[in-house]
């Protein structure tokens, strides 16, 4: 039964079926996740987009709030060719619109071939091919949401682990994972969890060991607080970034940044480390990538499939930064080390 349209760049209209009722719209991409449903629907990198799973059936294993990355689903729409009821009534209860019914791979193809593109979605009784093709046209490019921050970052400094015996941890939350802090405070760090346009001043009340900037949605180029602080503390202070932090960082040094045909995201991504020549697993989720890191820093890994950078470092500025996901959730354990070095540098 058609009662759900997806319109996407050049008009075009794709029918479904409606599994959580609204209109929407975003920049339409995609995940080869085969787990971790619940992990990417609350990942708060998926701001202001539809995320469109190609594995075929979603939802098979529940939903369950311990595996939550945030308080809340992120993306603005989700498409799958197969929505169980449960994971459909949680979008629901989100009121976060979400279709299956159609043919992923169709789309799948099509952002391959022509980029992550802009999309509206109607779904319910009352869905209009119309309707969509308003919420497309009113759809804007990732670039303009340029105070995409403020939907994402807390409000206020946070402290976990306040009495922890570890290394302090400064956190520019520009949209954090979970994961990311359980896996500092996991290695009894003190993570002070600050906004994402906190100033000089914020990070020197904390007075940390480290600075670390987060994942986050949207362009780099919008977190220019974040940037500034890197700026100001680089050689004063151990600095670590995770996919949008990296990003960030390699900005503030001096590099530059630009946007993908459609991105890495998924659980398989292959990064060969150019120190080892090992090869890990990892999991990623960007649309952004490091076109130039700047004289300061060495590309210290690189996608197998494409080359882009995955890790940035410097040994002497004690700079580290992955563009990938090391606190994995979901995805592969294999760079948990991460945190470790990070860890490490700020105690030595
Ligand atoms: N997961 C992230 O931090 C994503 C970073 C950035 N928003 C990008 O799309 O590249």
């Known amino acids: 039964m058609t009662d759900a349209y997806v319109a996407v760049e050049g008009d075009r209209i794709i029918e479904a079926r409606a599994r959580a009722p609204g209109e929407t719209r975003g ?22 987009q539809i995320l ?20 809340r689903v992120q993306p603005n729409g989700v498409v799958a060719r197969e929505l169980t009821d449960d994971v459909a009534e949680w979008l629901e209860s989100e009121g976060v619109p979400a279709v299956d019914h159609l043919d992923t791979r ?32 009113q759809c804007k490019h990732m670039s303009e949401h340029r105070d ?67 994942n986050g949605p949207g362009d780099p180029e919008n977190f220019e607080a974040a940037g500034e ?27 530059e940044t630009e946007k993908m045909e459609f991105g890495h995201r998924g659980v398989n991504q292959p990064v060969r480390d150019l120190r080892t020549d090992q090869v890990v697993m990892t999991t990623q989720n960007h649309g952004y990538t490091v076109a130039e890191p700047g004289e300061n820093l060495e590309v210290t890994q690189v996608n197998v499939n494409d080359d882009t950078p995955e890790g940035l470092e410097n040994d002497d500025l004690e700079i580290i930064t992955r563009q990938y996901h090391p606190e994995a959730n979901p995805g592969p354990h294999d760079s948990l080390g991460f945190f470790d070095d990070v860890l490490d540098l700020a105690e030595n």
């Open 106 to 137: 169709d789309i799948v193809t099509e952002i391959r071939d022509e980029g992550a593109m802009k999309c509206g979605i109607a779904a319910g009784p009352d869905a209009t091919e119309e309707a969509a093709l308003e919420q497309l046209h």
């Open 27 to 48: 920049e339409l991409v995609f995940t080869t996740a085969y787990t971790g449903y619940e992990e990417s629907l609350t990942d708060p990198s998926y701001e202001e």
């Open 52 to 71: 469109t799973f190609s594995y075929p059936l979603i939802g098979n294993y529940g939903v369950r709030e311990e595996r939550f990355e945030s308080d």
């Open 148 to 214: 995409i921050g403020a939907q994402v970052s807390v409000a206020e400094h946070t402290v976990y682990n306040e009495d922890g015996d570890g290394v302090s941890v400064a956190l520019v939350d520009c949209g954090a994972k979970g994961s990311i802090i359980d896996s500092l405070v996991e290695r009894d760090a003190v993570v002070h969890v600050l906004p994402y346009d906190a100033s000089e001043a914020d990070v020197a009340a904390v007075d940390p060991d480290l600075l670390f900037i987060s």
């Open 229 to 255: 602080v890197v700026d100001t503390y680089v050689g004063e202070l151990p600095i670590a970034g995770i996919c949008l932090g990296q990003q960030v960082v390699a900005s503030a040094l001096g590099g």
